[in-house]
């Protein structure tokens, strides 16, 4: 089975600092990982995602995100946030031999604050 | 600009009645995936084609839903009888898979669904 634990149902950040978004996951074999946000009613729109490689993946709109295999984590980063970046935001894991679909967490929102 | 196209965007029904969600996916992609949004559940998957079969439905309801790939071009979701628990965002997405390479999903922007 994969899963997906986003510990923070909401993260709050001022205006200009920077942020991080936690997610953690299990899967069977090496994964493939994604972020997505999604802003109100809207569907869910892609960030970034990391397949093999480099371990820091740069993204959308200035987010990057670090996979640690080890901590079996992909936590999404932003240097300097901004008001616009206030959303709901999911952490997605598949296994690499495609036999499942995407499986994501429960989201975490972000506010942050002008 | 290449998108997933649902509808209807918005559906408003009594219990009972039969509802269906329609999706063009991307001209191109080989997948094609149904998710529910609800706040209590989150996201859920529902239904995962490739290249019109199914992979995955073992998180639909078999008793009233159903989700069919009548061709490349249109992807069904359809519940009959509807009840009030399935009120609901139901989102199609579609992405392309080579192999064991995985593209990212691209979601359509949702079908709204009130069971009164």
């Known amino acids: 089975a994969q899963s997906v634990a986003q510990p923070e149902d909401q993260v709050n950040v001022a205006e200009g600092n920077p942020l991080t978004v936690k997610c953690t996951y299990s899967?069977?074999?090496?994964?493939?990982l994604f972020w997505y946000v999604q802003y109100p009613n809207r569907g869910l729109q892609f960030l970034l995602k990391?397949?093999?490689?480099?371990?820091l993946v740069k993204g959308s709109y200035g987010f990057e995100a670090e996979f640690n295999k080890s901590q079996t984590s992909f936590h999404l980063k932003k240097p300097s946030a901004l008001v616009s970046d206030s959303a709901l935001y999911f952490c997605a894991v598949r296994d690499k031999e495609g036999r499942r679909a995407l499986t994501f967490g429960s989201g975490t929102r972000l506010q942050v604050q002008p | 600009d290449a998108r997933v196209t649902q509808t209807p965007r918005h559906k408003v029904t009594e219990m009972g009645q039969e509802v269906t969600m329609r999706c063009q996916p991307i001209?191109?992609?080989?997948?094609v995936f149904w998710y529910r949004q609800t706040m209590m559940q989150g996201l859920e998957l529902l239904a995962y084609?490739?290249?019109?079969?199914?992979?995955?439905d073992s998180g639909m309801p078999k008793d009233r839903f159903s989700a069919e790939m009548p061709d490349a071009t249109l992807a069904t979701l359809k519940i009959q009888p509807s009840e009030p628990r399935d009120s609901a965002v139901y989102f199609c997405?579609?992405?392309?898979?080579?192999?064991?390479?995985?593209?990212?999903?691209?979601f359509g922007e949702g079908s709204r669904l009130t069971v009164l």
């Open positions: 899967v069977s074999g090496n994964p493939y």
């Open positions: 084609f490739r290249n019109r079969a199914p992979l995955d």
């Open positions: 997405a579609s992405g392309l898979v080579i192999g064991s390479k995985s593209g990212e999903l691209f």
């Open positions: 990391y397949i093999t490689g480099d371990n």
């Open positions: 001209l191109g992609h080989n997948t």
